[in-house]
C-alpha cells in the first residue's frame, strides 16, 4: 500500500522532485527577501532627508483631510458667496501656461514647503507622461543668488533642454527675457513662514542631514553639540542670532520667503520689506503658472492638473498610489512640538512674509474656483 501511495504522490524521477523542491524554495527566498527590502528601504527613508519631507508633507496633508470632513453646507454657501464676490472667473485668464512658447517647466524650489515630495512626483509623472527630468547636483553651498554670468548659464541651460523638460533647482526667481530667451513655465510651493523657518531649524540639526553632508563632503566640519541640542523656543526666548528675524536682513538660512519669487536684485534681499514682498507679488501674477500651497495639497494637485496638464496630468493618482507610500513610516523623533506662544512672537515679525503667503493661498483659490469643479479637492 504505502508503495503505492508512493507512486502516486511523488514524481517518477527524482529530478523531477528536485526541479519542484528547488522552484518552491526560491520562491518561498523571494518573498522573504521582499519583505525585508521593503522594511529596510523604509528605514533608510526615515533616516534621511527625503524621509523627512514625506512625513511632515503627509503630517500636513492628513490635518487637511480632517479638515474637509468637518465642512458642513456652510462651506458651499461660502463657495458661492465667493464666486458672486469674484464674479466669473476665466481659467485660461488666471493661467500664465498659455503665454509659454516652449514646453521647459522650472521649478525653482523653495525649500521645507514639499518640495521633495513634489520632486518625486514629477519624477514618477516623467515616465507616464513621456517627459524629461533633470535635477540640480547637490551642492556644497547652496546658492540661490546668481551673479549676472550665472543667470545667463542657468537661461542657456534650460533653453538647451529638448522639451517637453523639467528642471528642478534652489534659487531666486530668473528673468530670461534679459538674456532674449523664452521664459520657462515657472511653478513653485509655499508654506506658512513661520512653521516652514521651524522646520528648516530641525532639519538642518536632524542627525542624518550632517551625516550625509559629511559623506557629500568629507572636509565640512562637524556642528557643536550644544547648537545640535538647542530647541527652538529657546532659541527665540534668549533672542540669538538664528531666530531673529529683523527687517531687512541679510539671512543664510533661507528664511526669507518671498525671495525665491522676488529674484536676484539686490532690493529682493532684505528680510520683511515692502519691495521684495511687492515684486514678488508681480513676478507670481505675471510669470507663475501655478503657486501651490503645503498646507492645501489636494487643492494644488487639482489645480496643477488642470492648469500645467502636460506635465501634472494624473498628478492626484500618482501622488496617492506611488508618491505617499513613502509616508507610511514613523514620524520624525527630531522634531518637537513647538509653543503656541512661541510662533506667535515669531508671526510680529513676519508680517509681509505673512502678507505674501496669504496673497498666494488666494490665488490657488481662484484658480480652483474658476474650474468650477462640482467635487471639492
Not at 86 to 103: C, F, I, V, W
Not at 317 to 333: A, L, M, T
Not at 362 to 376: C, F, I, V
Amino acid at each position: 500500500l504505502l508503495v503505492m501511495v508512493m507512486r502516486q504522490y511523488v514524481p517518477k524521477r527524482w529530478s523531477e522532485f528536485i526541479v519542484l523542491l528547488s522552484l518552491s524554495t526560491t520562491f518561498f527566498l523571494f518573498l522573504q527577501t521582499r519583505d525585508l527590502s521593503m522594511q529596510l528601504s523604509n528605514e533608510r527613508i526615515k533616516h534621511t532627508a527625503e524621509g523627512e519631507e514625506f512625513l511632515e508633507t503627509d503630517t500636513i496633508l492628513r490635518e487637511e483631510e480632517n479638515e474637509e470632513k468637518s465642512r458642513t453646507i456652510e462651506g458651499d454657501v461660502d463657495a458661492y458667496n465667493e464666486r458672486e464676490f469674484y464674479g466669473k472667473l476665466d481659467p485660461m485668464e488666471l493661467n500664465n501656461t498659455r503665454k509659454a512658447k516652449k514646453e521647459i517647466l522650472f521649478f525653482n524650489r523653495v525649500p521645507k514647503v514639499g518640495s521633495q515630495t513634489t520632486m518625486e512626483l514629477l519624477k514618477s509623472l516623467s515616465i507616464k507622461n513621456n517627459f524629461h527630468y533633470h535635477k540640480d547636483r547637490t551642492q556644497k553651498t547652496e546658492t540661490i543668488k546668481l551673479s549676472y554670468n550665472e543667470e545667463k548659464w542657468l537661461s542657456n541651460l534650460l533653453d538647451f533642454f529638448n522639451p517637453p523638460s523639467v528642471y528642478v533647482k534652489h534659487v531666486c526667481f530668473v528673468n530670461f527675457t534679459q538674456f532674449n530667451l523664452d521664459m520657462p513655465i515657472y511653478v513653485n510651493m509655499v508654506r506658512d513662514p513661520v512653521e516652514r523657518v521651524i522646520s528648516w531649524y530641525y532639519y538642518v540639526r536632524a542627525p542624518w542631514y550632517f551625516v550625509e553632508r559629511k559623506r557629500a563632503f568629507p572636509d565640512l566640519p562637524l556642528p557643536n553639540p550644544n547648537w545640535l541640542k538647542k530647541d527652538y523656543d529657546t532659541c527665540v526666548r534668549r533672542g540669538d542670532k538664528e531666530c531673529r528675524y529683523q527687517d531687512g536682513d541679510e539671512r543664510d538660512d533661507f528664511g526669507q520667503l518671498t525671495e525665491f519669487f522676488c529674484g536676484q536684485d539686490d532690493d529682493c534681499t532684505g528680510f520683511n520689506t515692502e519691495v521684495a514682498m511687492r515684486k514678488a507679488k508681480e513676478n507670481v501674477e505675471k510669470h507663475y503658472a501655478v503657486v501651490g500651497v503645503l498646507e492645501e495639497l489636494n487643492k494644488t494637485l487639482t489645480v496643477l492638473e488642470h492648469y500645467v496638464p502636460r506635465f501634472f496630468k494624473g498628478a492626484k493618482d500618482v501622488y496617492y498610489n506611488e508618491v505617499k507610500i513613502f509616508s507610511k513610516i514613523n514620524r520624525n523623533i527630531y522634531k518637537p512640538t513647538t509653543a503656541e506662544a512661541t510662533k506667535d512672537i515669531v508671526r510680529k515679525n513676519f508680517t509681509r512674509e505673512l502678507e505674501f503667503f496669504d496673497f498666494c493661498k488666494q490665488r490657488l483659490h481662484k484658480q480652483y474656483l474658476a474650474l468650477n469643479l462640482d467635487k471639492k479637492p
